[in-house]
């Protein structure tokens, strides 16, 4: 009986320890879905390490404000940020105001997912893709 206990045992540690390992290996390949990083990385550093505005169209992605050193102007996206919104609504736009003001700059970059992205090319918006991931992509006015 002893003998099985310890043999159960063992098996029991395996598949844990392997369960684990194949989690941790899955984690590496998962995270670049929630994080901005590669995004930057796939930016030119001109561009990543300018002073240009940013803006955030209909999503937020935490880890971009931190990789490129400045804040978003959030369109259309209020989510978890709803409260600080409110202390500074400077920091908010409306989808046709952010559209008026895009067109305005000279230069700035802009976060948004795949369907924001093929709705505001179909309207025309100016529009160059700098980086892209699975879940969202950056682009810039020029």
Do not use: C
């Not at 918006?125 to 950056?138: S, T």
């Amino acid at each position: 009986r002893d003998r099985d206990s310890t043999a159960l045992t063992a098996y029991v540690g395996t598949a844990a320890y392997a369960a684990f390992a194949l989690l941790l290996y899955a984690a590496t390949h998962v995270a670049p879905l929630y994080s901005g990083r590669d995004l930057v990385e796939q930016l030119p550093r001109e561009m990543a390490e300018s002073p240009d505005p940013m803006y955030s169209v209909r999503t937020y992605d935490h880890s971009l404000t931190f990789y490129l050193r400045r804040e978003a102007t959030l369109v259309e996206y209020r989510g978890e940020l709803d409260f600080g919104l409110t202390l500074r609504p400077e920091r908010e736009l409306g989808f046709v105001d952010w559209i008026a003001r895009w067109k305005a700059e000279r230069q700035a970059l802009a976060v948004m997912d795949d369907d924001t992205y093929e709705f505001l090319k179909n309207q025309g918006v100016p529009m160059v893709l700098r980086a892209q991931n699975p879940k969202r992509m950056i682009v810039s006015r020029r």
